[in-house]
């Protein structure tokens, strides 16, 4: 994997988007990454580590850190690196997960969170996104994970000196994620497991076959039994089975001897059974006899029930011969009473008709001066309702009329001070008139009045004399009023001549009201009664008020409302002469109706008399004395039925019986009872005899199935065990081997990482010896220091100028740094060598070269570069100044106050 193109975006001291061009530098070769401490040298590994696998390369930093502090609000956090790997090119983008700016409709801002996303961007042009889906496809891609890429690939700060002052158990966990060794621990761990199984399995065996012997143990009382299970020695298995084997042939001998005796005891007992069951079958007919006799006894005791049954029986077939007539008597009777039951009701209705007719009468008799005269009152109330609505409206005029008046009076006052005000204006301007013309003479000129051109005295012009002007409006002020004096005497004429036709007109009204009046206030006493029975009384009392009295005038409200009861009024009036006239119609159908009906009820009488003395005859014919007789005989079908059914079934058991008492008596003739006491007593004794022979039987057959099962049982356990024990011994032993129990007190998985580790430190000094002039040389200590422990990766270094061994740990700074970086490039060598798919094509180094001195940095150097003939990119970030001058590609970080710039030196 090489990187070719890396972008920066608000990552870390970069505030905006940097680009950073590694395809600049060639495909191999060194490049130095220098700049001042905190500019963000490293912050270029972490963004690569980051771009490719989600994670900082450094131990002391976190990817929720990387955002920014200079970058502003709005500008977004991101790594874009471009990559090319087994001559194929891929783009990588992420973005860690940060707050960024939301604007809200109000303008106020709030902040987001930025959820971590990554897409990966594949040679064929298709894509992938989501971060896991993104790390399992790098992983698959570049065949190594993260731990692996920072071993191979990436020396990080703080990280370099790691594997080389690392406790054993650290190295063991370092050595175990690099070359993947879980694999053995786990394989030893399933060894051990499998050993721990097959010991519960051997042991599970040698349970069950102790339980099977301590199960037969009180079964079994021979003194060579008693021997072979003593537990105080170790159960013979082998020899139990043996013995086992003979017992059960014993055994089967005894079973075979005590079923014959069951066989016979079993033969004995049913000869015997059969005699049981002749003894009981005679008694049982002697029983039996009994009983029949005792039946046909109980049957005789019931013969006179069965008589009186005969004889309900036949007075029922009897009643049955008299239905007919009976039904028919019984149905010309209902036909009867249901027709004079009918004509009383048709006589009700016609007393019901008669009686309404009657509440009628008078109204119908009365009802044509009855309707005349409501009529007459309904036109009065309407003439009356006119009149008052007339009425006031010309009094409303009146009034109006008188107020015209007075305004022409007053009209008429002020024309005569308007004349009088403007003939006296005018009267002084006629006396005037000289004063007025003297104003017009001008000296020399002739005189209008004399003629004379000498003018020695000039009449004098009075100061309030009114102008031609004032006058004039004078005059039209005098001539308006009287010109609506004038069209006001013309209104008040007309409208006076108007009122008077209306008043005329209303007296012939109040005329007309007043012979309406006489015609219904003198009504006779049944009108008047029958006008107050259909109009409402209130209103009644006020229509029929005395003749005397003065012609009463109906306001439109109270006139509505009497108008409204005169005219129902009428219309019930209506009604009833209707109804009077539906009513004799009625009265007419249903009379006629009647008389029909009492013709058919007498013929009917006849048809009920006719059938009751057949009857009567058929009674008679039958046995019947009366119908009492007949109706107490009578009965339902069924009922019939039962009793002929009951009869029957009495005569037949009656015969059935004798019979049977005939039959039994001829079968027991000359036999008598058997005494079944005695039989009793020995089929006790043969069962008792059966049952202790059954017990012992049982004993035997179970004590064979025993002794059967459990010699099978050890048998069969024996060879299983026999194979789980051999398998046992040889997984036992590897599982020894395997946990460290051997000579070396090596487990399976120290011994892979240890061989491991010898490669590593093999490699590792093909470079230190370049870089240290041959001085020294790295091996791991053979020997165990704590007893406790089963491994030992501490180191040791030969130290060829002094011939002596001394660990790791106690090399100076810069002897530390050589040591540390030949063992990160003999480690990249060997997992390379390990895995085939992992290409390490790139190196980057993160500081250390500080403390080496100008000697050991040459040869650092000459290390370095002798890895780049084998076409590998390696990147050394440091701020040492030697280092500028031994290598020419350099990417220099700025550091300023508004974060960090960089810029390519090639």
């Known amino acids: 994997m090489k990187p070719e193109v890396l972008v920066l975006c608000g990552w870390g001291p970069y505030k905006d988007e940097i680009v950073i061009d590694f395809s600049t530098f060639g495909n191999h070769g060194l490049f130095l990454i220098t700049g001042p401490t905190g500019a963000g040298k490293t912050t270029i590994f972490d963004a690569i580590s980051y771009a490719l696998f989600g994670e900082v390369s450094g131990s002391m930093r976190t990817k929720e850190g990387v955002r920014s502090d200079f970058a502003s609000a709005d500008t977004k956090t991101y790594v874009r690196l471009t990559l090319s790997h087994a001559g194929r ?154 013995y086992l084997q003979e017992e059960q042939k014993v055994q089967e001998e005894k079973r075979s001897g005590i079923r014959k005796v069951v066989e ?33 006894q109980k049957l005789t005791e019931q013969m006179d029930e069965i008589a009186a049954m005969m004889q309900a029986l036949e007075s029922a077939r009897g009643a049955e011969k008299v239905e007919g007539a009976f039904i028919q008597k019984e149905e010309t009777e209902k036909q009867l009473r249901n027709l004079q039951n009918k004509e009383e009701v048709l006589r009700q209705e016609i ?44 009094q409303k005029k009146e009034k109006e009329l008188e107020k015209q008046r007075q305004g022409y009076l007053k009209l008429e006052g002020e024309v005569q001070n308007a004349k009088y005000s403007y003939e006296q204006m005018e009267m ?16 020399g000129e002739p005189c209008p009045v004399c003629g004379s051109v000498e003018h020695p005295h000039i009449a004098p012009l009075e100061e309030s004399v009114p102008k031609e002007e004032e006058v004039q409006a004078k005059k039209e002020l005098y001539e308006g009023a009287n010109a609506r004096l004038l069209q006001l005497h013309g209104e008040v004429a007309d409208r006076n001549g108007e009122i008077k036709a209306e008043r005329l007109e209303q007296e012939a009204r109040k005329e007309v009201l007043i012979l309406k009046r006489k015609k219904f206030s003198q009504v006779s006493v049944i009108l008047t009664e029958l006008l107050r029975q259909f109009v409402q009384e209130e209103y009644a009392d006020i229509l029929l008020k005395p003749e005397g009295e003065e012609v009463f005038f109906i306001s439109a409200t109270e006139g509505k409302r009497i108008a409204s009861a005169v005219q129902k009024a009428i219309v019930q009036v209506e009604k009833i002469c209707s109804q009077v006239q539906k009513l004799g119609a009625t009265k007419d159908t249903k009379q006629k109706l009647q008389h029909e009906m009492k013709i058919e009820i007498t013929e009917q009488e006849k048809q009920s008399k006719k059938a009751g003395k057949e009857f009567q005859k058929t009674l008679q014919a039958n046995g019947f004395l009366e119908e009492k007789q007949y109706l107490e005989a009578k009965k339902p079908a069924k009922e019939v039925t039962q009793l002929q059914k009951r009869i029957e079934q009495y005569q037949q058991q009656v015969a059935s019986n004798k019979d049977y008492v005939n039959r039994l008596k001829s079968a027991l003739k000359g036999k008598d009872k058997v005494d079944m006491q005695e039989l009793i007593l020995t089929r006790e004794k043969l069962d008792a005899k059966k049952k202790d022979t059954a017990a012992e039987k049982t004993a035997v057959e179970l004590l064979c199935a025993q002794v059967k099962a459990a010699c099978s049982s050890l048998r069969t356990k024996l060879k299983e065990t026999a194979v789980v024990e051999t398998e046992y011994g040889i997984i036992k032993d590897l599982d020894n081997l395997t946990i460290g129990n051997n000579a070396k007190r090596l487990v399976f998985e120290q011994y892979v990482l240890i061989s491991y580790f010898e490669e590593v430190l093999r490699a590792a000094n093909s470079r230190l010896q370049k870089m240290t002039a041959g001085r020294y040389l790295l091996s791991r200590v053979e020997g165990v220091s704590d007893g406790r422990t089963k491994d030992n990766f501490e180191i040791q270094v030969l130290d060829n100028y ?65 890895l780049v003939d084998k076409e590998r990119f390696i990147g050394i970030i440091s701020h040492v100044p030697e280092l500028k001058e031994r290598i020419s590609k350099q990417l220099i970080v700025e550091k300023t106050n508004v974060g960090s710039k960089v810029h390519l030196i090639l």
């Open 351 to 394: 007393a019901e008709i008669i009686e309404r007719e009657a509440d009628y009468r008078e109204a119908y008799e009365n009802r044509e001066p009855l309707k005349d005269i409501l009529l007459t009152m309904q036109e009065y109330i309407q003439d009356s309702m006119v009149y008052k609505e007339k009425e006031n409206g010309l």
């Open 264 to 296: 016979s005891i079993e033969k004995e007992r049913l000869v015997f059974e059969k005699e049981m069951q002749a003894a009981e079958a005679r008694n049982k007919q002697f029983r039996e006899y009994d009983m029949a006799k005792a039946e046909l």
């Open 89 to 242: 090119e891929y783009q990588v983008e992420r973005n860690p997960q940060y707050n960024r700016p939301k604007k809200r409709r109000s303008g106020e801002s709030v902040y987001t969170k930025e959820n971590e996303n990554a897409v990966l961007h594949l040679p064929d042009g298709k894509s992938i996104e989501g971060n896991r889906e993104v790390n399992a496809k790098i992983q698959e891609i570049l065949s190594m994970d993260f731990e692996q890429f920072k071993q191979l690939s990436m020396i990080a700060q703080g990280e370099f000196t790691r594997l080389l002052t690392a406790n054993s158990k650290e190295k063991t966990q370092i050595f175990r994620k690099i070359f993947s060794t879980h694999k053995y621990e786990q394989f030893a761990s399933l060894l051990h497991q499998r050993a721990a199984r097959l010991y519960v399995e051997v042991m599970t065996y040698q349970n069950k076959m102790d339980e099977t012997v301590e199960t037969m143990k009180p079964l079994l009382q021979t003194e060579e039994w008693k021997q072979l299970t003593d537990k105080d020695t170790k159960y013979a298995y082998a020899q139990i089975a043996g």
């Open 428 to 443: 002084t301007v006629r006396h005037a008139m000289i004063g007025i013309v003297a104003r017009t003479v001008v000296e």
């Open 802 to 866: 002094t011939g002596k061994y001394r660990l790791a740990r106690t090399l100076s700074g810069g002897e530390s740094f050589k040591a540390s970086l030949a063992l990160a490039l003999g480690m990249s060598d060997i997992i390379q060598a390990a895995n085939g798919g992992i290409r390490v094509e790139t190196l980057f180094i993160d500081e250390g070269f500080g403390s080496l001195d100008a000697e050991s940095l040459d040869m650092a150097c000459e290390t370095l570069l002798s």
